[in-house]
């Protein structure tokens, strides 16, 4: 089992396996083995995909429903999604809609259903927010708070620096960020291998700045341990002041943190320094077939959005900047 998570994640599965006794619950079960060990799912995935079919499960208990995916048609689907309405917005939907038509393409390729009835459910319209971005000097005011000041001990604000250097640099996800080990870090070449989406590994290089940050904090890594016992992590990267393999919502939270002291950004999240990075990369010039790989974007329609940012950017530049696009002047009398 992966480090990740993944392992509990499986564990919840089997047991939920034990207790079923109905068949819609051994089918959900079957779709999560089959996530887990041969779609290589990451835990969020397996845990939001089981989440939403067990929701399926229980509103049809609940309705006195046939529990057999094979008996539960179109109609049945539509009441069990019109249900929702009241407390989920669109992309939610959309998402459990998802869920729906992948579990029911898993049992027909199987050969545990015939038909598809979720193929005919149609998703509600989702208006695509424009990534959330900061301007080159917040950035740098995010990055270097760490380094202003006395906000905590010295290894954890090495730690910090280096972790906000890495996301802006590197542009990385925070669960590549907290999955990354030492021996998966070259500061020398000055570039990370990092587990992506579907278990896919990719190169990202980082700057000479976040290759600094790295040195300076794996100078003191050695003193994150725990109190008492004097153990650590010894493969981890980014370390809790226990000497514990940071969480995601860990980095979250920090990322919060730093974000209200360096620009006055509370609501920031580690994926607007991923947005962030992107933006500023193809302002400077970047290829956008680059960037992708950077990221690590299956599709170049994903990475595509950010020309949408960037041309947004431009025309707020233009407006303030070149003469044509200032108010026009009054006629003379």
Not at 87 to 96: D, L, S, V
Not at 140 to 160: N, Y
Not at 165 to 186: F, I, K, N, P, T
Not at 289 to 317: C, F, K, M, N, P
């Amino acid at each position: 089992m992966r480090a990740d998570g993944s392992s509990c994640a499986a564990i919840r599965c089997l047991q939920y396996d034990r207790a079923v006794t109905d068949e819609l619950g051994r089918q959900i079960a079957t779709y999560e083995r089959y996530l887990e060990t041969e779609r290589r799912a990451s835990p969020r995935t397996l845990e939001t995909y089981s989440r939403d079919l067990r929701a399926l499960r229980e509103f049809a208990r609940e309705k006195k429903m046939p529990l057999d995916a094979r008996r539960l048609d179109l109609l049945a689907l539509r009441a069990y999604l019109a249900s929702l309405f009241d407390g989920n917005e669109a992309p939610t939907i959309a998402r459990k809609i998802s869920s729906l038509r992948s579990f029911y393409r898993f049992l027909v390729r199987r050969g545990l259903a015939q038909a598809n009835p979720a193929a005919a459910l149609r998703s509600p319209k989702i208006r695509r927010k424009l990534p959330k971005f900061l301007t080159v000097d917040d950035a740098f005011h995010v990055v270097e708070a760490p380094s202003e000041g006395s906000h905590g001990d010295e290894p954890l604000r090495l730690r910090d620096r280096a972790m906000l250097e890495l996301l802006y640099s590197a542009g990385l996800r925070v669960s590549e960020l907290v999955g990354l080990s030492l021996d998966r870090v070259d500061l020398v070449e000055r570039r990370a291998r990092v587990m992506g989406k579907g278990e896919k590994e990719r190169i990202v290089p980082f700057g000479p700045p976040c290759g600094a940050a790295l040195d300076a904090y794996l100078a003191v890594r050695p003193r994150l341990r725990h109190p008492r016992t004097g153990v650590q992590d010894p493969a981890a990267l980014f370390l809790g002041r226990h000497g514990t393999r940071l969480t995601a919502r860990q980095v979250q939270s920090l990322v919060r943190h730093w974000g209200a002291l360096g620009a006055g950004r509370g609501d920031l999240h580690p994926h607007a320094l991923r947005h962030t990075c992107a933006t500023h990369l193809l302002d400077a010039g970047a290829d956008l077939r680059g960037i992708q790989e950077l990221l690590g974007h299956a599709s170049l329609s994903t990475t595509q959005r950010y020309t949408h940012v960037s041309i947004d950017h431009l025309q707020e530049v233009y407006d303030g900047a070149h003469p044509l696009a200032r108010a026009p002047r009054k006629p003379r009398a």
